[in-house]
């Protein structure tokens, strides 16, 4: 059987599977260069993680959408009522405070990241003979492994990092039950890796980018939740690991289908700069309002942002409009039947 690749072996590689363990690798092998980066050069980490990668990621679903003629015709309706939906629900959500606004955004974010180590595990599963139990258990298998780096989180407040803002989850203390999360987390774990090494020893085949995938999760989100409680190897391992490869996976999808709305090839260097160019502009603008009208953290607007704080109530919903919907249209546009 055939390695089930995306779209090729030097693509998927480096761009979606790679990132997780290089990232691994900068975080055990380069402390004391993290270190120095979190105390001195703590704009560039924002500029480069948060902008660049993060919020830029988000503005690659218009290239599966708004920008394609074909799926704007497909999902008209959808993609024009649920920016507005978004903007009503965080309207309504921030009249009951701004922390019970972005505790709800947090935790629709951590599902769709948490979908999405799924939605790549389905992809690169997709020419396996299934049955109820290896579907089970590959399900088993990825949910393990985003799922119990949250419960450690939602019951160890003392993490030095956040999603979004201070105090954002609820938060249960049980160190019994939260022992017997960790035993069961360690048990699949261990589970999984011997029959892995079982099935390969039987068909002489493995599946090399679904179990990178997966082990690449096991190892990125216990070591950036659990083993380690930093604010910069949290942000490394939680934003590069997600959003460069689904940045890959929108240019892939965009360069492999014929519609109306197309970018020169991966091979071309200008269009790479054409997409990326694309992205950093919408992502760098965002932000921007955010400073400005929002956080005044990285920028000095203490004029302006004394005046606006009054607007925060529309502010904020409309500026959280791009990433709600991104969160939600997520779960829309990758559906198959197969």
């Known amino acids: 059987m055939k390695q089930p690749w995306i779209n090729k072996p030097k693509t998927d590689i480096p761009f979606i599977l790679f990132p997780q363990f290089f990232v691994l690798g900068i975080v055990f092998f380069c402390q004391d260069f993290l270190k120095e980066a979190e105390e001195k050069y703590s704009f560039f980490t924002w500029l480069l993680l948060i902008v660049f990668i993060d919020v830029a990621h988000v ?162 989100w216990y070591f950036g939740i659990v083993y380690f409680n930093n604010d910069l190897v949290f942000t490394l391992l939680n934003v590069i690991s997600h959003g460069i490869p689904y940045m890959a996976l929108i240019y892939f999808n965009q360069r492999n289908n014929h519609h109306s709305f197309q970018i020169p090839k991966l091979s071309s260097f200008l269009g790479i700069l054409v997409y990326i160019g694309i992205l950093l502009l919408f992502a760098f603008t965002e932000e921007y309002l955010w400073e400005v009208l929002v956080w005044n953290e990285h920028f000095s607007f203490n004029e302006s942002i004394d005046s606006l704080v009054k607007w925060q109530i529309l502010l904020v919903p409309l500026l959280t409009v791009p990433q709600f919907t991104h969160y939600i249209l997520d779960g829309y546009i990758w559906k198959s039947r197969k």
């Not at 649920?82 to 955004?105: E, M, Q, Y």
């Not at 690169?124 to 089970?136: G, L, Q």
């Not at 390969?200 to 690449?216: L, S």
């Open 59 to 220: 503005y690659a679903t218009l290239f599966k959408t708004y920008f394609v003629k074909e799926e704007f015709v497909k999902r008209k309706k959808l993609l024009l009522v649920l920016p507005l939906f978004c903007f009503l629900v965080g309207f309504l959500l921030f009249l009951f405070g701004a922390k019970t606004f972005w505790s709800v955004l947090a935790y629709v974010a951590v599902f769709h990241f948490i979908r999405q180590q799924y939605g790549f595990m389905r992809l690169y599963s997709r020419n396996e003979i299934k049955t109820k139990w290896t579907v089970f258990l590959d399900n088993l298998f990825i949910y393990t492994a985003t799922g119990y780096p949250m419960i450690f989180w939602f019951m160890n407040p003392s993490r030095k990092f956040t999603w979004f803002v201070e105090d954002e989850f609820f938060s249960y203390q049980n160190p019994l039950l939260l022992q017997f999360f960790t035993r069961c987390y360690f048990l699949i774990v261990g589970f999984y890796a011997l029959r892995t090494v079982y099935f390969f020893i039987k068909t002489k085949y493995f599946n090399i980018p679904k179990n990178a995938i997966i082990i690449g999760t096991i190892l990125s």
